[in-house]
């Protein structure tokens, strides 16, 4: 399915629109009741799955401060295969500037509080997390078409502050280790930037190993350069 | 058993994925950069014997080139000069001409007719000035004339002014690098003349220019088959001429390093019906500030104000300095023979270097032209670019030029 699902996603997929693959592996330590400690990497490609993408990882911590709300914090590091820049003249045909793609880091800082309701066997729960995002400045090379030269040139460092409100639908099918959920996300600076659209299911196995798999439709805002993006994640958690 | 596979499974999914991920998204610029990065053709100073066809002067006085001849007028008035250190030995008088000596610095005032001033030896601290307005020759016979405080040669009269070299002779002229100068007078360049000076004769002539140009006239500039020049120039333009430069042969090798300086620069119409003419120019834009108001002049191995005609013959233009043009026209450009061949190297921080910039229209209808620059367009054209149907050759690429026929 995986696989039909893989050959298929590029074809369907609109013409500026992109796929790739989120993985993700992650450890998760119970310090005491209601207090957890965790250490995540991902892993993400772009380019109908050709493309490394991103590279993630970082620890968190979480509490659960009433039976309803729980509160977290933590930090990713992020190493990124940010996308080539390409400028044109002012008659729009003829090159002015190449910047092939290289690879950056971020530092991710967030923090982030969930409420979350069961209603039977569904439950609603609703995430608002800040998190900011510092670029360090870095020389990249940049070829300049007037000058036929390469020439170095500076990615200029910025901090970005961002919203992500989330809700998400999860179910418990009785008697079913697949529990499916469903979640759309919004993430706002001053403006709506991106939206995200999540549709999966839960398995767990001696509630040890935890798998998820799930698709991303993530919808870029109407002033991003970035293409939407399909994207098909797995997840695998361990919890001591 | 069945969970260790679909973990499994699921693992080695993860990893065959990330090792698949290994293509860059990038769009293929190789072929693109390499097409913009191309190196231009050589063009360097070239000193080797030039094959000519015969030089065959005008002789229908009604020609208005008559007079550039000078073989065409008698010459049996003849006044020799030696140098010879801080001194110079004068043979022979004419009726007419008077001399002035001052060490090694003559000032001839001529009021006799044509007459031929045969120049040999050397100085270190002389010149030669002339007044007069009769047309007169000056044969260089392995002459060497330096004056630290200005022209080595200064013609003041505005009739023809012809230089000969003679035959196989090394003849060498250097300006100072300050001038002393005299109210109401120009001196403009180490051979400098009011009027027309034409080129003539098979022997060698090296203008050293460090304080101005390195040879200009207020009139024209005739340059005829058999004539060596070699023109360096550290301060202004290497070859100038007001009203206008008529090529007809020789070698004329060109370099200049000062900002703002020409190669060659015709502010008359520019006819090249031979010869080869090689102009390197390395300086930069120069900037001037006068009365709050700033002027900026790049370098050009050919500038020209008029129009420039090319009928046969070699030209070879490179300037490296920032904002350096190969060929800078303010009028049209005509290339009906010959090869002209224009290449810019320099940066563009003030001004955009270019090999060939033409403010009127471009026409070409024969030969061979090749313009090159490295960080802007190789051909700007603000009128209309005519290539006339039959070329072998038409190719155009961000940074090359190349039209054949």
Redesign the interface.
């Given at each position: 399915m995986l696989m039909l699902w893989a050959t298929c996603m590029p074809a369907i997929a609109h013409a500026e629109d992109d796929t790739g693959l989120i993985l993700s592996a992650e450890a998760s330590y119970k310090i005491k009741k209601g207090l957890n400690v965790d250490f995540e990497t991902e892993f993400r490609s772009r380019n109908d799955f050709r493309t490394a993408d991103r590279v993630a990882l970082g620890p968190s911590i979480s509490y659960k401060v009433l039976p309803w709300l729980k509160a977290a914090a933590g930090y990713q590091l992020l190493i990124d295969n940010n996308h080539e820049e390409i400028t044109y003249q002012d008659d729009g045909v003829s090159y002015n500037n190449w910047r092939p793609s290289y690879w950056g880091v971020r530092h991710r800082f967030n923090v982030s509080l969930t409420g979350s309701y069961k209603f039977n066997r569904v439950e609603v729960s609703l995430r608002e997390r800040w998190q900011y995002t510092y670029r360090p400045s870095r020389i990249v090379d940049n070829f300049d078409f007037d000058n036929a030269e390469w020439e170095d040139h500076e990615v200029r460092g910025k901090g970005k502050n961002v919203l992500r409100s989330r809700l998400q639908l999860e179910w418990d099918i009785p008697k079913c280790k697949f529990d499916p959920f469903a979640s759309v996300e919004f993430h706002t600076t001053r403006e709506l930037e991106e939206t995200r659209f999540i549709l999966g299911v839960d398995y767990s196995i001696k509630k040890t190993h935890y798998f998820k798999l799930y698709y991303r439709y993530q919808l870029a805002g109407s002033n991003s350069d970035d293409p939407n993006m399909h994207r098909l994640g797995l997840g695998y958690t361990f919890k001591f | 058993m069945r969970?260790n596979i679909?973990?499994y499974a699921?693992?080695a999914?993860?990893l065959g994925?990330?090792l698949?991920?290994?293509?860059?998204?990038?769009?293929d610029?190789d072929e693109?950069?390499a097409m913009?990065?191309v190196e231009p053709a050589a063009v360097e100073l070239d000193f080797s014997e030039l094959t000519e066809l015969p030089d065959v002067p005008v002789t229908d006085e009604a020609d208005s080139a008559y007079n550039d001849y000078v073989e065409n007028s008698p010459w049996n008035k003849v006044i020799s000069i030696a140098f010879d250190g801080e001194e110079a030995t004068i043979s022979g008088s004419v009726p007419g001409v008077s001399i002035q000596r001052n060490g090694a610095h003559l000032t001839i005032m001529n009021m006799s007719g044509p007459v031929k001033f045969i120049i040999s030896g050397k100085t270190t601290n002389g010149s030669l000035k002339f007044y007069g307005d009769k047309r007169f020759q000056v044969l260089l016979n392995g002459a060497e004339i330096s004056n630290p405080n200005g022209a080595a040669i200064n013609n003041q009269g505005s009739k023809t002014f012809y230089v000969v070299l003679a035959d196989g002779t090394v003849n060498r002229l250097q300006d100072g690098e300050t001038y002393t100068m005299v109210d109401e007078e120009d001196q403009k360049a180490a051979l400098f003349s009011e009027g027309q000076i034409v080129f003539s004769g098979h022997g060698e002539l090296s203008v050293i220019a460090v304080g101005r140009g390195g040879i200009r006239s207020d009139d024209y500039i005739r340059i005829r088959p058999g004539v060596k020049l070699y023109v360096n120039s550290s301060a202004l333009d290497g070859l100038r001429a007001n009203d206008g430069i008529t090529v007809d042969g020789g070698v004329v090798n060109i370099e200049t390093t000062g900002d703002g300086a020409k190669g060659v620069r015709s502010g008359g119409l520019m006819t090249v019906n031979g010869g080869r003419v090689i102009a390197l120019c390395a300086g930069n834009t120069r900037i001037t500030t006068e009365d709050n108001v700033t002027d900026t002049a790049s370098c050009a191995g050919l500038y020209c104000d008029s129009l420039l005609i090319v009928k046969a013959g070699t030209l070879m233009f490179k300037a490296t300095g920032d904002g350096g043009k190969g060929i800078n026209s303010k009028h049209n450009v005509n290339i009906q023979g010959g090869s002209l061949t224009a290449v810019a190297t320099g940066?563009?921080k003030v001004k955009k270097p270019k090999g060939i910039k033409i403010d009127g229209n471009f026409d070409i209808s024969g030969g061979y032209c090749y313009s090159y620059s490295?960080?802007?367009d190789p051909l700007e054209v603000a009128g209309t670019l005519q290539v006339a149907t039959g070329y072998k050759t038409y190719d155009r690429t961000?940074?090359v030029i190349t039209i054949a026929y």
């Amino acid at each position: 399915m995986l696989m039909l699902w893989a050959t298929c996603m590029p074809a369907i997929a609109h013409a500026e629109d992109d796929t790739g693959l989120i993985l993700s592996a992650e450890a998760s330590y119970k310090i005491k009741k209601g207090l957890n400690v965790d250490f995540e990497t991902e892993f993400r490609s772009r380019n109908d799955f050709r493309t490394a993408d991103r590279v993630a990882l970082g620890p968190s911590i979480s509490y659960k401060v009433l039976p309803w709300l729980k509160a977290a914090a933590g930090y990713q590091l992020l190493i990124d295969n940010n996308h080539e820049e390409i400028t044109y003249q002012d008659d729009g045909v003829s090159y002015n500037n190449w910047r092939p793609s290289y690879w950056g880091v971020r530092h991710r800082f967030n923090v982030s509080l969930t409420g979350s309701y069961k209603f039977n066997r569904v439950e609603v729960s609703l995430r608002e997390r800040w998190q900011y995002t510092y670029r360090p400045s870095r020389i990249v090379d940049n070829f300049d078409f007037d000058n036929a030269e390469w020439e170095d040139h500076e990615v200029r460092g910025k901090g970005k502050n961002v919203l992500r409100s989330r809700l998400q639908l999860e179910w418990d099918i009785p008697k079913c280790k697949f529990d499916p959920f469903a979640s759309v996300e919004f993430h706002t600076t001053r403006e709506l930037e991106e939206t995200r659209f999540i549709l999966g299911v839960d398995y767990s196995i001696k509630k040890t190993h935890y798998f998820k798999l799930y698709y991303r439709y993530q919808l870029a805002g109407s002033n991003s350069d970035d293409p939407n993006m399909h994207r098909l994640g797995l997840g695998y958690t361990f919890k001591f | 058993m069945r969970k260790n596979i679909i973990l499994y499974a699921l693992l080695a999914t993860m990893l065959g994925t990330t090792l698949v991920s290994c293509q860059s998204d990038d769009t293929d610029m190789d072929e693109i950069i390499a097409m913009y990065q191309v190196e231009p053709a050589a063009v360097e100073l070239d000193f080797s014997e030039l094959t000519e066809l015969p030089d065959v002067p005008v002789t229908d006085e009604a020609d208005s080139a008559y007079n550039d001849y000078v073989e065409n007028s008698p010459w049996n008035k003849v006044i020799s000069i030696a140098f010879d250190g801080e001194e110079a030995t004068i043979s022979g008088s004419v009726p007419g001409v008077s001399i002035q000596r001052n060490g090694a610095h003559l000032t001839i005032m001529n009021m006799s007719g044509p007459v031929k001033f045969i120049i040999s030896g050397k100085t270190t601290n002389g010149s030669l000035k002339f007044y007069g307005d009769k047309r007169f020759q000056v044969l260089l016979n392995g002459a060497e004339i330096s004056n630290p405080n200005g022209a080595a040669i200064n013609n003041q009269g505005s009739k023809t002014f012809y230089v000969v070299l003679a035959d196989g002779t090394v003849n060498r002229l250097q300006d100072g690098e300050t001038y002393t100068m005299v109210d109401e007078e120009d001196q403009k360049a180490a051979l400098f003349s009011e009027g027309q000076i034409v080129f003539s004769g098979h022997g060698e002539l090296s203008v050293i220019a460090v304080g101005r140009g390195g040879i200009r006239s207020d009139d024209y500039i005739r340059i005829r088959p058999g004539v060596k020049l070699y023109v360096n120039s550290s301060a202004l333009d290497g070859l100038r001429a007001n009203d206008g430069i008529t090529v007809d042969g020789g070698v004329v090798n060109i370099e200049t390093t000062g900002d703002g300086a020409k190669g060659v620069r015709s502010g008359g119409l520019m006819t090249v019906n031979g010869g080869r003419v090689i102009a390197l120019c390395a300086g930069n834009t120069r900037i001037t500030t006068e009365d709050n108001v700033t002027d900026t002049a790049s370098c050009a191995g050919l500038y020209c104000d008029s129009l420039l005609i090319v009928k046969a013959g070699t030209l070879m233009f490179k300037a490296t300095g920032d904002g350096g043009k190969g060929i800078n026209s303010k009028h049209n450009v005509n290339i009906q023979g010959g090869s002209l061949t224009a290449v810019a190297t320099g940066t563009s921080k003030v001004k955009k270097p270019k090999g060939i910039k033409i403010d009127g229209n471009f026409d070409i209808s024969g030969g061979y032209c090749y313009s090159y620059s490295r960080r802007s367009d190789p051909l700007e054209v603000a009128g209309t670019l005519q290539v006339a149907t039959g070329y072998k050759t038409y190719d155009r690429t961000p940074k090359v030029i190349t039209i054949a026929y």
